[in-house]
């Protein structure tokens, strides 16, 4: 996709087309667009599809209206001219307890001509069309916002300053022959009915008992920040295969209109939102990211964790998604979605302070949402999350957001069950410490004290969780299958006698040899030490320690 060869017309702007996205340098007070309607019965078109069902794709519209909520008129200049807003649009999908971006990354409405009507307020300053006069209202039906002579390319805009320079643009070079006069060359003939409109897959329309909804959001040039809460607006749709065909209705649903972020129709999410403004607090770098996140108790003893991330005017995009843990904390089954259906394109990691997904060439863009998941051994706590940028800029390369992180997680190791009484009138049991890992260098050392200094002991451990039968005139703690570990001999502590034998072992050699498959993350170990007695003199000649518990960690 192209970008344009500057950020905007107009010498005085030549300098800063040059330079990355920085403060909000062209910010004019007084200007506040919302997008204030999304009207019911005709405001969502289905245009048609190309491919054969289910495995189709399909081409959509939708109608906003535009109000002027502020205290100046706005431009509303006809491309080839530079100064008009620019609409984006968006489908989501809720269900199974997240929200997902289903539509494609679609192209963008280049607003042409400004009405004045007043849908939202009384219009005071009526235009011959080059301008949103103050109060007034302004309708592109669903014709209007899927004529695909409007509509070009989202990498073209700057979301956050609303700039876009029509040289070397799609409508100027559509076929990128590095021809460029500003002129307009696109005519706007397409091939079938679904390219450049707002795209959704069959798959992603039929998902029975599913919740969805449209979205869009209004870039306006130089406004304000502070005020671009009422840009985007929510409404619902219900989707139906006629067997020929999807109908789209989008009358009949309770809370017809929401304003703000579409991740506010993710029931029980919490919602936080940044912006990078951590090298200039108050005056920000970048557009706003917003990021929805549940955490839902698995009745296992973890609980899972789900992110939406939306970013809504953020130029520079997100390369990374970064949480802190900490050592006690388990995390287990991550996951990624983004919006291509094709690869994920980011990689997991976790270092034992922090999680993180990153990715070098499939930063979550503006308009798009992308969903990030796992299970932890903890409910949370309050926290900030790090998104890092991957354009540069002349601003920080990374801002925080508040967030649940998965912290304050405790130890999943325990000992359990009773040893058996040796012939030095002492119980041996285990200790330990570390944490058990399929990847960290340090130890998890688990060790039997009040042994038989001298004899041979080794450490059997099985998967399938804890026992309590009789053995050897002690108890086994370990169900079985076991495996054994080769044994070793007891070493003397030099402790008070007559209790001074230790055997000590690191676990994580065992995990991370590579011999045993079973032992990875997620996996719950059991196991107990068995030592030579032979002053016994039960008919065994043996001891027992309790048992141990822990599940390898990443």
């Known amino acids: 996709m192209k970008k344009p060869l500057s950020l905007f017309a107009g010498v005085a702007c030549l300098v800063a087309a040059a330079m990355p996205a920085t403060a909000q340098s062209n910010a004019v007070p007084g200007i506040d667009v919302e997008l204030g309607l999304l009207d019911a019965g005709t405001d969502l078109q289905y245009w048609g599809r190309v491919g054969a069902f289910p495995n189709g794709s399909n081409g959509l519209s939708m109608s906003t209206t535009s109000c002027n909520a502020g205290s100046i008129n706005v431009p509303w200049f006809a ?8 609409i984006a649009f968006m489908a989501v999908r809720v269900d199974n307890g997240r929200i997902e971006q289903i539509s494609d990354r679609s192209w963008l409405k280049h607003g042409f001509f400004a009405l004045s009507n007043s849908q939202c307020y009384p219009c005071q300053n009526p235009s011959g069309g080059t301008f949103l006069g103050v109060g007034c209202s302004d309708t592109y039906g669903v014709g209007n916002n899927g004529d695909r002579f409007y509509l070009g390319p989202p990498d073209e805009i700057d979301p956050w ?16 022959t590095g021809i460029c006069d500003s002129q307009r060359s696109y005519n706007g003939n397409e091939p079938n009915s679904v390219n450049h409109r707002m795209t959704i897959r069959d798959a992603d329309l039929d998902v029975p008992g599913a919740k969805f909804y449209y979205y869009g959001y209004y870039v306006i040039r130089s406004e304000p920040e502070n005020v671009r809460g009422n840009n985007g607006n929510s409404r619902e749709f219900r989707p139906n295969w006629t067997g020929a065909a999807w109908q789209v209705p989008t009358t009949g649903f309770s809370n017809p209109h929401v304003q703000g972020t579409v991740l506010q129709r993710w029931p029980g999410a919490t919602i936080t939102s940044g912006m990078n403004d951590v090298n200039n607090p108050g005056t920000p770098d970048d557009g706003r990211v917003y990021i929805g996140l549940t955490v839902t108790d698995n009745g296992n003893g973890t609980w899972h964790y789900e992110y939406a991330l939306h ?9 990374a998604f970064r949480l802190p843990t900490d050592a006690g904390t388990v995390v287990t089954n991550p996951s990624f979605r983004d919006i291509d259906q094709v690869a994920n394109d980011w990689t997991f990691s976790n270092n034992g302070s922090e999680i993180a997904w990153t990715t070098a060439n499939n930063p979550l863009r503006w308009n798009t949402i992308y969903n990030f998941s796992f299970d932890a051994n903890t409910p949370g706590a309050a926290s900030s999350a790090t998104l890092d940028q991957f354009d540069p800029g002349t601003g920080a390369n990374a801002f925080p957001v ?65 026992s309590n039968l009789g053995f050897h005139n002690g108890t086994l703690c370990v169900k079985a299958p076991l495996q054994r570990l080769l044994p070793a001999k007891v070493a003397n502590n ?17 995990i991370q040899s590579g011999n045993d498959p079973l032992l990875t993350v997620g996996q719950q170990v059991n196991a107990q030490y068995r030592g030579r007695d032979a002053a016994l003199g039960d008919g065994f000649g043996d001891s027992l320690t309790d048992g141990i518990e822990f599940i390898v960690g990443p």
């Open 79 to 86: 491309p080839m001219s530079s100064n008009h807003p620019l």
């Open 311 to 319: 970013n809504r005017d953020n130029d520079r995009g997100i390369a």
């Open 161 to 176: 300053l609303g700039i876009w320079n029509p040289s070397c643009s799609f409508f100027d070079d559509p076929n990128d």
């Open 402 to 466: 508040s967030v649940t992180a998965p912290l304050g997680g405790t130890s999943t190791t325990v000992t359990y069950c009773q040893g058996k009484q040796n012939s030095l009138g002492c119980v041996p049991f285990i200790t330990f410490s570390g944490q058990p890992s399929v990847s960290a260098t340090a130890p998890f050392q688990v060790r039997a004290n009040d042994m038989i200094p001298g004899e041979i002991a080794l450490i059997s451990y099985g998967l399938n969780g804890r």
């Open 494 to 510: 030099n402790g008070t006698p007559p209790c001074s034998g230790i055997i000590n072992i690191n676990f994580n050699n065992r």
